[in-house]
């Protein structure tokens, strides 16, 4: 079944675009891509279903564009197949897969204004020159660069760039929307901008979304699920919020987010299930509680663990505060939001750790 746009831009104005389905669905099937003896990405399966907002997570070298480009066509498997609503696009050139990129350095053309890059794919796909210009102003209008059509890419900031190259992905309705690294070289501020503009971007054109990242923050943003790549493999697939609660692995746990691993024998790990073997014993910073040692005891019926130890560090940043206590010879990371009235430890204060027995995670090791 085909879904038809319902964006801002009325496609009536072009019969052959009128046809694209808004979205499509993805899949991967034990997809391996070889260079010599290196599996830059090795045995991949993967669904991503219509309209959702996929996006890949990992260290340098994990397979991350390669897996786009192997998408985008740009390279070919060596092993597997990918299909695209349900067809193999093995024999389908990249030029012919039906897909909006925005690479890592925008490409825009460099010799075409604003206008004319965003004209380009329209004209790719033989939209008439007369339908082109109104269907060019809507998309400059919903991007916000109505007055920087005339503009050369380099008269423009990065953050505009940006968004241009994010206009020419979406200009053709093309049901599939790659994104590699697309905020990387935006400053902060800006970046959670373009966050928020990317999210809105979705919701209103609902467009399939590979997102290639190393930013965590971004992924767990901006996601309907991430994938965690590791070596050429998916090491976890989940949606953010239990991808970040509930990592199966040391390696996702450390990845994404902070993670005090109690591998030590410095004090007995108070568990409300048996600890499966092979495992580590994982708790968040945010989920410890910092307290005087003579703080009384939160009535809660026995359901948390306390350890004394002392302070090494504070680090204070902005609405955060963040400790590090030594736990015999372990040091445990803390992390607490700043509100008034809080009690302040410095470094050799003696403090009391506390966190609820149920917020202790069992990672593989
Ligand atoms: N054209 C190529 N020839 C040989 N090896 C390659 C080629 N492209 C990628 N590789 C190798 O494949 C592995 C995965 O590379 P890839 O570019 O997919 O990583 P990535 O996750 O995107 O990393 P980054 O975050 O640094 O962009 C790396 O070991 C890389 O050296
Ligand atoms: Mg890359």
Redesign the pocket.
Same mark, same amino acid.
């Given at each position: 079944m085909n879904v038809y746009v319902k964006s801002t831009i009325p496609l009536a104005e072009d019969a052959a675009l009128e046809k694209n389905p808004v979205s499509a669905e993805i899949e991967f099937c034990n997809v391996t891509k070889m260079?010599?003896a290196?599996a830059?990405?090795k045995d991949v399966s993967l669904k991503v279903r219509r309209g959702e907002f996929l996006t890949i997570l990992?260290? =340098?070298? =994990? /397979?991350?564009?390669?897996?786009l480009m192997l998408l985008a066509g740009f390279v070919a498997p060596s092993k597997g197949d990918i299909l695209i609503s349900g067809k193999s696009v093995a024999a389908v050139p990249s030029y012919h897969r039906d897909q909006g990129i925005v690479f890592q350095n925008y490409a825009l053309f460099p010799h075409l204004t604003v206008r004319r890059n965003l004209e380009f794919p329209l004209e790719m796909r033989g939209m008439k020159t007369a339908n082109r210009a109104a269907r060019v102003e809507r998309m400059l209008e919903r991007v916000h660069l109505n007055d920087f059509g005339e503009r050369m890419p380099s008269q423009l900031s990065g953050g505009q760039q940006q968004r241009v190259a994010l206009a020419r992905a979406l200009i053709a309705d093309a049901p599939i929307l790659l994104l590699d690294?697309p905020l990387g070289a935006l400053d902060r501020n800006l970046r959670e901008q373009m966050q928020g503009e990317i999210k809105a971007l979705h919701k209103e054109f609902g467009k399939t979304t590979i997102c290639?990242t190393?930013d965590q923050e971004e992924a767990l943003t901006l996601s309907d699920r991430i994938i965690v790549?590791r070596g /050429?493999r998916i090491e976890q697939t989940d949606a953010p919020e239990a991808l970040y609660d509930r990592p199966t692995t040391r390696f996702v746990a450390n990845f994404l987010g902070e993670a005090n691993l109690l591998e030590g024998s410095d004090f007995k790990l108070e568990c409300e299930a048996a600890q499966p073997s092979a495992t580590v014993a994982m708790i968040r910073p945010e989920r410890i509680c910092i307290v005087a040692p003579a703080a009384p005891k939160r009535a809660d019926g026995g359901q948390r663990q306390s350890v004394i130890g002392t302070v090494d560090d504070m680090i204070y940043a902005g609405p955060l505060r963040k400790y590090h206590v030594r736990v015999g010879s372990s040091i445990l990371t803390v992390r607490e939001h700043v509100a008034s009235g809080q009690q302040i430890f410095k470094p050799g204060d003696q403090v009391r750790l506390e966190w609820l027995r149920s917020d202790v995670r069992f990672v593989a090791d």
């Open positions: 260079y010599g290196v830059a990405v990992g260290p =340098s070298g =994990s /397979g991350k564009t390669t897996a690294e290639v190393h790549m /050429g």
